[in-house]
């Protein structure tokens, strides 16, 4: 059981880490910004992974990690920790133990949210 499962938060930490940089290229696509919008470290055995946001990116409606979780538990529901619960100013925290098809899911509205609320 273990091993399958350690097998999955791998799979998933890969995966959440592909998403962010794949949202990083889009973001710079869209808007030619030269900075990234989120950061993540690969998780290394733990179910869950921080996400950075780049506070200043964002528009006037999400000025910390609070606004971040609580708007796009509105607009995408979606629910994510902020960072602040754990001493983490502008990170949001995502349980990555699910299957790999949710994470997925999760970064288009991840993606969709962080679009629709970039500075323009």
């Known amino acids: 059981f273990s ?11 890969q995966l959440a880490y592909d998403q962010v940089q794949k949202l990083n290229i889009a973001v710079k696509q869209q808007t030619g910004a030269n900075q990234d919008i989120l950061t993540i470290s690969k998780s290394t055995g733990a179910m869950y992974t921080m996400i950075g946001l780049n506070i200043e990116m964002f528009d006037d409606s999400v000025n910390d990690d609070a606004d971040f979780a ?10 994510l920790l902020p960072g602040q619960a754990f001493t983490m100013k502008d990170y949001v925290r995502l349980v990555i133990s699910c299957p790999p098809n949710v994470v997925e899911e999760v970064f288009n509205r991840i993606q969709s ?6 500075k323009k």
Do not use: P
């Not at 609580?70 to 629910?79: F, G, K, V």
């Not at 949210?113 to 970039?118: K, N, P, S, V």
């Open 70 to 79: 609580r708007r796009i538990l509105i607009e995408e529901n979606l629910s």
């Open 113 to 118: 949210f962080c679009l629709a609320h970039i």
């Open 3 to 13: 091993d399958r499962y350690l097998d999955i938060l791998r799979v998933n930490s």
